[in-house]
C-alpha cells in the first residue's frame, strides 16, 4: 500500500500545475477492472450526445477491442460554468464501463499526449446511466470520499483544495463502489451532467 500512496503523489506532485478543470475532483490511482475483470460494452453508448444548456459534448467510439470505448469531450467557445472544460476545449480518454451492484460506472483515463487539459494522469469513476436518447454520467462527491478518507475507511492522498487521489487497490474499489452503487452521498447528483443523443446533422 505504501506503493500506492508513493505513486499518487507523484502523479498529483508533478500534474496539478497542468490547466485544471473547475471545482474539486477525486481521481484514482488504480483502475475498476482488472485483468480478470468483465468488461461491458454496449452499442447503446456510442455515438454523440450534446448538452444544450452548457453547450458541452461527449463522444463514444469504439476501439479495436470492443469493449473499450475512445471518449471525447468538447466544449462550444461559449460553453457555460457547468461544463467540466474551458470554453473550446477538447480532450479525450480511454472508457470502460463496468457494472457493479445492478449499476453501470465508466472509468476513464486521459489520453492526449501533452495532457493540456488533464488534472492528474489518473482515473476517474463516473455512475453512468443512459438509453437511447439520454445520458447521464454523476461524478464522485469530494467532501464525502474525503470524509470517508479522513476517518480511514477508504485509502487516499490529499494535494491542495481540489485534488484527492485515491490509492485503494481495484478489489477494495469495486467493493466500496458494489457497497455504494446507488448512494445519493457518494455520487453527487449537484455536479452532474445531463446529454441528449445528437444525430447526424443536429
Not at 89 to 118: A, Q
Not at 154 to 175: F, S, W, Y
Request: charged share 20%; proline share 2%; glycine share 8%.
Amino acid at each position: 500500500m505504501a506503493h500506492g500512496f508513493r505513486r499518487a503523489a507523484v502523479l498529483v506532485f508533478v500534474l496539478a500545475a497542468v490547466v485544471s478543470l473547475s471545482g474539486c475532483w477525486v481521481f484514482s490511482v488504480y483502475p475498476l477492472a482488472g485483468p480478470n475483470d468483465d468488461l461491458l460494452f454496449d452499442k447503446l453508448l456510442t455515438g454523440n450526445w450534446w448538452s444544450a444548456q452548457n453547450k458541452c459534448s461527449v463522444s463514444f467510439t469504439r476501439l479495436s477491442d470492443e469493449r473499450v470505448y475512445h471518449v471525447v469531450y468538447m466544449t462550444a467557445k461559449d460553453a457555460g460554468e457547468g461544463c467540466w472544460l474551458g470554453q473550446g476545449e477538447t480532450t479525450s480518454f480511454e472508457g470502460k464501463v463496468v457494472e457493479l451492484g445492478g449499476s453501470r460506472f465508466l472509468d476513464i483515463v486521459p489520453t492526449d499526449v501533452p495532457l493540456r487539459n488533464h488534472m492528474v494522469l489518473a482515473h476517474s469513476f463516473y455512475r453512468l446511466k443512459f438509453d437511447v436518447n439520454s445520458l447521464t454520467l454523476t461524478p464522485m462527491n469530494y467532501q464525502v470520499m474525503e470524509g470517508l478518507m479522513q476517518e480511514d475507511k477508504l485509502h487516499g492522498v490529499q494535494r491542495g483544495d481540489n485534488i484527492m487521489a485515491l490509492t485503494a487497490n481495484t478489489k477494495e474499489l469495486r467493493e466500496f463502489i458494489r457497497q455504494n452503487a446507488t448512494s445519493q452521498e457518494v455520487w453527487n447528483d449537484g455536479g452532474k451532467l445531463e446529454f441528449q443523443r445528437r444525430y447526424d446533422g443536429q
